[in-house]
Nanobody
C-alpha cells in the first residue's frame, strides 16, 4: 500500500523559511512522479512543484519560482520542498502526491491526476 506522510508545516512570519518533507512507503521510490500541491481556504487545489525521481526533472508554478526548491532523496524515500521568502499568500494546506508514471510528470501535475495523496500539512505565513 502506498503511503505518503507530509511534515514540516507550521507558522512562520513573512520572509521566513520552511522545509516540507514527504516520506513515502509501499513502493519503489526511484521511478516515480512526486508532486507538491496546496489548497488555500476557499480556493481550488493547485500544483506547486513536481519532480521525477527517475530523471530528476522538475517543474514549478510561476508564483514560487526562485523561492521554492523541490528535491528527492531516493535512499530515504523522501521528497523535500524547501520554501524560502515565504509570503502570506503561500498560506495553505500542502499535500504531496505520488504516481508510478514518471514519464507523464507534467501532465499529471497540471491535471492533479496523481494516484496517491498524503493527508497534508498546514503552512501559515503571517504578515
Amino acid at each position: 500500500e502506498v503511503q505518503l506522510v507530509e511534515s514540516g508545516g507550521g507558522l512562520v512570519q513573512a520572509g521566513g523559511s520552511l522545509r516540507l518533507s514527504c516520506a513515502a512507503s509501499g513502493f519503489t521510490f526511484d521511478d516515480y512522479a512526486i508532486g507538491w500541491f496546496r489548497q488555500a481556504p476557499g480556493k481550488e487545489r493547485e500544483g506547486v512543484s513536481c519532480i521525477s525521481s527517475s530523471d530528476g526533472s522538475t517543474y514549478y508554478t510561476d508564483s514560487v519560482k526562485g523561492r521554492f526548491t523541490i528535491s528527492s532523496d531516493n535512499a530515504k524515500n523522501t521528497v523535500y520542498l524547501q520554501m524560502n521568502s515565504l509570503k502570506p499568500e503561500d498560506t495553505a494546506v500542502y499535500y504531496c502526491a505520488a504516481d508510478d508514471r514518471p514519464g507523464l510528470l507534467l501532465r499529471l501535475w497540471v491535471t492533479l491526476d496523481f494516484g496517491s495523496w498524503g493527508q497534508g500539512t498546514q503552512v501559515t505565513v503571517s504578515s
